[in-house]
């Protein structure tokens, strides 16, 4: 079946370091793939997408590349803020039985002190 | 546009009650889902409905039911509630849940005593 795999977290980071978190994922076929953040107290929102190999999703600074190659999604952004401290979650969605399954990571948590 | 309203936003029940969390979406999305979150676990599907009058099982469906009798409604239903399901539940809702994103409610934090 279909999987996410995150790195564990928590990321804690200063203020204008580079982050990088890691996403992996198993799947048949061509998953799209989505980087969700979750603020504290609310529910998931979308950050960026990217549907098919080579796309690169973009969004408020963060950055991520769709790799076939290697099957990673890995986030990125070159200068954090504190106020990008929240949880970020990997996620593919495929074809599974006639519909559409989104598969979820377990969520990476970033910290981010001034 | 509300887009998905999740009520209550707190509740605190007592081992063997009944409950149903309410799950409205305003934006004719086909696809629903329920999620409960735990510390550690991410994101685990519960319950997930295709379309009106479509529903089918997720990872962890024991102890839930779900219906799907309009489009815009999708209630979760704890049947005795048990201190494991002691979560955050989260429900979302997607165009055709294909390469669209999922717009998600903003919580019930559940308590079972």
């Known amino acids: 079946g279909n999987s996410v795999t995150q790195m564990e977290g928590p990321v804690t980071l200063s203020e204008e370091a580079f982050l990088t978190i890691n996403c992996t994922y198993t799947?048949?076929?061509?998953?799209?793939l989505f980087w969700y953040v979750q603020y504290p107290g609310e529910g998931l929102q979308l950050l960026l997408k990217a549907t098919k190999a080579d796309d690169k999703g973009s969004n408020k600074g963060f950055e991520a590349t769709y790799r076939k190659e290697t099957t990673s999604f890995h986030l990125e952004k070159g200068s954090v803020q504190v106020s990008d401290s929240a949880v970020y979650f990997c996620?593919?969605?495929?074809?599974?039985?006639?519909?559409?399954?989104?598969?979820f990571g377990r969520g990476t948590s970033l910290i981010v002190h001034p | 546009n509300a887009g998905v309203t999740q009520t209550p936003k707190f509740q605190v029940l007592k081992t063997g009650q009944s409950m149903t969390l309410q799950c409205a979406q305003d934006?004719?999305?086909?696809?629903m889902s329920w999620y409960r979150q735990d510390p550690g676990m991410g994101l685990r599907l519960i319950h997930y409905?295709?379309?009106?009058?479509?529903?089918d099982q997720g990872e962890v469906p024991n102890g839930y039911n779900v219906s799907r009798s309009t489009t815009e409604d999708f209630p979760l239903r704890l049947l005795s509630a048990a201190p494991s399901q002691t979560s955050v539940y989260f429900c979302?809702?997607?165009?055709?849940?294909?390469?669209?994103?999922?717009?998600f409610g903003q919580g019930t934090r559940l308590t079972v005593v």
């Open positions: 409905s295709v379309g009106a009058g479509i529903t």
């Open positions: 979302a809702s997607s165009y055709k849940a294909g390469a669209t994103e999922a717009f």
């Open positions: 799947a048949t076929g061509y998953p799209s």
């Open positions: 996620a593919l969605s495929q074809p599974s039985g006639g519909s559409y399954i989104p598969t």
């Open positions: 934006m004719n999305h086909e696809y």
